[in-house]
């Protein structure tokens, strides 16, 4: 039996000051219910790790969802080699004070076991390859999802993608074969060799991801902070100088207070000019700037058009 | 000043402006980057006119831009100090249905636009046909291109006068009328010269100042468990915990409670959220709750007050918004997953198809088609608690899974 009457018609002198959530609140619910739909529908999840702040605010996320038990997944980290070692510091100091499990698997393996080519060039990135070690990683330990800090505000082919994202054996996404996502109903039924990649902080910016690191005063590596650093200037882009970029003669070393806004691989992201040392002056920043994070500091979106949604098809994160 | 959360969902084709408007609202309200900006440019140079298309910033697939049209939702954000907002893109012909009826499933309020030179048309019908089926709380109808209706008054109180009929028919509740022009970017952003006789507010305006207060349930108690929580530590031994979202009312220590389907009861020894206990919890809130008596809950079932409680039934009727190429089959078995419960059910009748144009009913039917809204009768191989969605939209949705391919393939409306 049911009836036609709305419940909420009437409702009893409750105004959003004393039982509503402010917008933080509302992702930060969405986001935990999210990770409670993987543990309950997946029998092998895996939540992705890169060191950066957007898997950082998703372990943060972790903990306020299943605390006080263990998690349900793993922390798995597909390392480069390319990293930041003050990323990798934050990792393990991360993992060790959480007492989660932590699993890494190294590109510089799947290379030599697979044979693959290194790329050439410049800034011979290995951002392509990590695919490789992404899907044997996932094969290794069968993960059925792998819980990522995708969102849809970094880019055009990301701003359709579900929160239950379907990948074939072969990892790769089909945009026109989308399930649709209704409600709050996350639809995780999968076959054999298929995984699903789920993204909790789908609905959030990149501006949001700030104001709620700084609100849960969330730590960070030290590199999304303005540090001085050798950087060269290419294409109107700052790169770090690092053993895995290519100097030519015609480089010329700056030397630059940098930091951060997303951090990869030393070889695909790019440090902006900044004096800002505390979230707050970040936040500012961000709010001031004009140019979006992917960008202003990854070298490896601006290809082309379409570069993402073709990374993407090809099992890309 | 505390912001929070508004999601929308804006209805149209491209011929109504529907990508126009989102881009102005976007642009005007500097949601818009540089880098963002110079793609758009050099997209646009490939056009004829050169002016920049603000309807490219949403078409996000290479496929949807290469044929000018947009496929599926999109979302897109943007926020003003008094909000954030969440905008689902979705397109708006007849064969887009499905996703019409996804986008606006989350949404507090639809954008219906229509074309001040066609006025109310089968489109606009179906489009507040589908808004009143989904339940949004706030409509706003858009009167667009009022730049190419001289910005007239008549044009636009003929409109209004037109569509509140519709309305009226529909039980739409809560409609406000605004000329606007996207292109132009008249009353979107900022107030109009043009528009000087109309007193009404701005469309952003708008967007900031509905009040939501109401559209969340706060008397019927509802929270489905998603998972359970066991530390089986030393220190934790008893703990279990059953995590979830509670999707309506509230939740005080010491309330009594009932587990449905099974109907076993008990009383909350403790709420706790994110790690720290608290006196009382509500609806939206991600929590966890502990119960005084150690019996039988797993993923799936719900706990509920003891007033206000949902239904407990083998047996929905459902309207359904079919979503897939294979047809619905009278007869077929499919997996049915309302929140975080997932049970076997079996399509036992289909009673007539809905016109979505028209709202007729067209009986003698055994299947339904991609993008059809039917009348069905659903039996479920175990006990559903839910509400109907007309009153209680977040325990009245639900999805059938075709078991053998496990796509989703409908959205159910319990009646």
């Known amino acids: 039996m049911s009836t036609n009457t709305t419940y909420n018609e009437s409702h009893p002198n409750s105004p959003l000051g004393a039982r509503g959530l402010d917008y933080l609140d509302q992702l930060e619910s969405e986001a935990i219910h999210i990770f409670r739909e993987v543990a309950g529908q997946f029998e092998r999840p895996a939540l992705l790790f890169s060191g950066g702040k957007d898997s950082i605010t998703l372990v943060h996320l972790a903990l306020k969802a299943f605390r006080p038990g263990k998690f349900p997944f793993p922390l798995v980290h597909i390392d480069t080699g390319h990293n930041f070692p003050e990323a990798l510091d934050h990792r393990d100091k991360l993992a060790n004070e959480i007492g989660e499990k932590l699993?890494?698997?190294k590109v510089e393996d799947t290379i030599r076991e697979k044979k693959?080519?290194?790329?050439?060039?410049?800034?011979?990135?290995?951002?392509?390859?990590?695919t490789f070690t992404l899907l044997d990683t996932i094969e290794e330990f069968q993960f059925d999802a792998c819980i990522g800090g995708g969102r849809r505000d970094e880019e055009k082919a990301r701003a359709k993608e579900r929160i239950f994202s379907v990948r074939d054996e072969f990892g790769q996404w089909d945009p026109k074969l989308q399930r649709p996502e209704l409600w709050n109903i996350y639809n995780g039924k999968i076959n054999k060799g298929e995984n699903v990649r789920a993204f909790p902080i789908s609905n959030w910016t990149e501006l949001d991801v700030w104001n709620y690191i700084r609100r849960e005063k969330i730590d960070l590596p030290s590199i999304y902070f303005s540090h001085e650093r050798d950087v060269i200037e290419h294409e109107g882009q700052l790169v770090a100088v690092s053993s895995f970029i290519r100097l030519d003669d015609t480089d010329v070393v700056l030397k630059k207070n940098v930091r951060y806004r997303t951090v990869g691989d030393m070889t695909c992201t790019a440090a902006v000019e900044s004096v800002a040392t505390r979230i707050d002056d970040i936040i500012n920043e961000i709010t001031a700037t004009k140019t979006s994070e992917r960008g202003e500091t990854r070298i490896?979106?601006?290809v082309s058009e379409a570069a993402m949604e073709d990374r993407k098809k090809n099992g890309y994160f | 000043m505390s912001m929070d959360l508004l999601r929308f969902i804006t209805a149209g084709s491209v011929d109504d402006g529907k990508s126009t408007l989102i881009g102005r609202l976007l642009f005007d309200s500097k949601s818009i980057l540089i880098d963002q900006l110079e793609a758009l440019e050099k997209q646009s140079r490939n056009k004829e006119d050169g002016e920049i298309d603000l309807a490219l910033l949403t078409?996000?697939?290479?496929?949807?831009r290469e044929q000018g049209i947009t496929i599926d939702v999109a979302y897109k954000y943007f926020s003003t100090p008094k909000r954030k907002f969440i905008i689902a893109d979705a397109?708006?012909?007849?064969?887009?249905?499905?996703?019409?009826?996804t986008g606006a499933s989350n949404a507090n309020l639809i954008i219906i636009l229509v074309d001040a030179r066609h006025g109310v048309v089968e489109?606009?019908?179906r489009h507040s046909i589908i808004a009143s089926l989904l339940n949004i709380p706030h409509i706003v109808v858009a009167i667009n291109k009022m730049d190419l209706a001289d910005y007239s008054q008549d044009v636009f109180n003929n409109i209004v006068i037109d569509y509140a009929k519709n309305a009226k028919t529909l039980g739409l509740k809560d409609v406000t009328y605004l000329p606007i022009s996207a292109l132009k970017g008249d009353n979107i952003v900022d107030k109009s010269e043009n528009l000087n006789w109309f007193e009404g507010t701005t469309l952003l305006e708008l967007l900031e100042n509905v009040k939501l207060e109401n559209d969340v349930n706060l008397t019927h108690a509802r929270f489905p468990v998603q998972y359970v929580i066991r530390p089986q530590t030393e220190e934790l031994h008893d703990y279990r915990g059953y995590a979830g979202k509670i999707i309506s009312g509230i939740y005080k220590k010491g309330d009594e409670v009932t587990v449905l389907p099974s109907g076993l009861s008990s009383k909350i020894k403790s709420i706790e959220i994110s790690g720290k206990e608290t006196e009382e919890a509500f609806a939206q809130q991600s929590v966890i709750l502990q119960l005084e008596n150690d019996i039988d809950i797993s993923r799936g079932d719900v706990i509920v007050k003891n007033e206000n409680k949902p239904s407990v039934s083998q047996e929905l009727q459902v309207l359904l918004c079919w979503m897939d190429n294979k047809p619905l089959v009278k007869g077929n078995k499919y997996l049915l997953q309302i929140n975080s419960r997932t049970v076997k059910s079996v399509v036992k009748e289909i009673e007539?198809?809905?016109?979505?144009?028209?709202?007729?009913k067209n009986y003698d039917l055994q299947q339904a088609g991609l993008n059809d809204i039917v009348r069905a009768t659903i039996k479920t191989a175990?006990?559903?608690?839910?509400?109907?969605?007309?009153?209680?939209?977040t325990n009245g949705g639900a999805i059938l899974i075709d078991e053998t391919s496990n796509v989703t393939v409908g959205a159910c409306m319990i009646q």
């Open chain 2, 382 to 393: 175990s006990p559903l608690a839910y509400d109907s969605y007309a009153a209680l939209r």
């Open chain 2, 352 to 360: 007539y198809k809905l016109d979505v144009n028209t709202l007729q």
């Open chain 2, 123 to 125: 489109q606009t019908r």
């Open chain 1, 103 to 105: 699993i890494i698997r």
């Open chain 1, 300 to 302: 490896d979106d601006k």
């Open chain 1, 116 to 130: 693959l080519t290194e790329p050439k060039g410049k800034f011979a990135s290995r951002n392509q390859l990590q």
């Open chain 2, 59 to 64: 078409d996000g697939l290479r496929a949807e």
């Open chain 2, 91 to 101: 397109p708006g012909h007849i064969q887009y249905t499905r996703n019409m009826v």
